[in-house]
């Protein structure tokens, strides 16, 4: 399976503080919601405006079981190699954030799954002879350990959405398995259109797998709205196909990447930043971000 991006909050984290671990204490990084209530009114739309939500799976409407960064940290223990939480999230943001910069510039950028690994253990900056086979094993663990779910509040909102007469479908990097995935958890009818990677031969950000999708929905590209969890291969891929992007953002690494000059590694998660500082980045410009995804019924009506 694939994914880039996109840790769940846990249900005891509160909305307005997001927390991260460090090796000797938990950091609070506040985030000030205040004005939300009128961003939310300005991002209002009709499914007759927009007749169809497409949605990424990762990280979206799929949700990791382990964080990304307990991943990291555990499995590089098991090979003798100790890093904190908060040194995998540095490493995390570092990535997309090169990412965005990488694909922005190049409108023909070709995703690698195997590349997301081979990304992260460069950033760690370790030996030839440990990096390689340690990449190896990265990935192999990721396949058995870093099981997904659809969390039952996801499955209401999308239940809410058709009832407002929302024609929904899914783009995602995944594999031939999400459809079976989507139906044992009796979340596949909920969905008109389902386009993986496996089926098709293209990776987001590429914008034909978007056009595809489109097309399936029998649609045009300016009445669809694409909901996903990376600026790079979500927010990017999409408007280069014509649609219109949401960024689902939990986690808020996706804005703490875009804005990563505000911050360096040493007190990375350990400043006070507004949310709407984040969300005024010039890449953001236009683009609704959401942290909680009930908050998608306060855009759809």
Wanted: glycine letters at 4%.
């Amino acid at each position: 399976m694939t994914c880039f991006s996109g840790i769940p909050l846990s249900n005891s984290e509160h909305p307005a503080a997001l927390i991260t671990r460090a090796p000797d204490k938990l950091i609070q990084q506040k985030i000030l919601l205040k004005g939300m209530g009128e961003v939310f009114e300005k991002l209002k739309v009709t499914s007759s405006e927009f007749p169809v939500v497409l949605f990424n799976a990762s990280g979206t409407l799929l949700q990791y079981q382990m964080s990304f960064e307990r991943f990291y940290v555990e499995s590089l223990e098991s090979v003798g190699i100790k890093k904190s939480e908060f040194d995998v999230a540095v490493v995390l943001e570092s990535v997309i954030r090169d990412l965005n910069d990488e694909i922005e510039k190049n409108s023909n950028f070709e995703w690698k799954p195997s590349s997301w690994v081979r990304r992260i253990v460069d950033k760690f900056n370790l030996p030839a002879d440990i990096a390689q086979p340690l990449e190896a094993t990265l990935r192999a663990q990721f396949q058995t350990r870093m099981t997904v779910a659809i969390a039952t509040g996801t499955l209401d909102v999308c239940s809410d959405l058709k009832q407002r007469g929302y024609r929904l479908g899914i783009v995602s990097n995944w594999n031939g398995l999400l459809v079976d995935l989507l139906r044992d958890h009796a979340a596949l009818d909920l969905f008109d259109s389902v386009i993986t990677s496996y089926d098709v031969g293209l990776s987001k950000p590429d914008k034909r797998i978007f056009e595809l999708a489109v097309s399936d929905m029998d649609e045009t590209p300016d009445r669809v709205r694409f909901v996903g969890g990376s600026y790079a291969f979500d927010v990017m891929g999409s408007k280069r196909a014509g649609l219109s992007p949401v960024l689902y953002d939990p986690q808020m690494r996706e804005m703490k990447a875009l804005n990563m000059d505000l911050s360096n590694d040493h007190d990375l998660g350990q400043k006070v930043v507004s949310l709407e500082t984040l969300r005024q980045h010039r890449r953001l410009h236009n683009i609704p971000v959401v942290l909680h995804f009930e908050d998608l019924l306060k855009i759809f009506l």
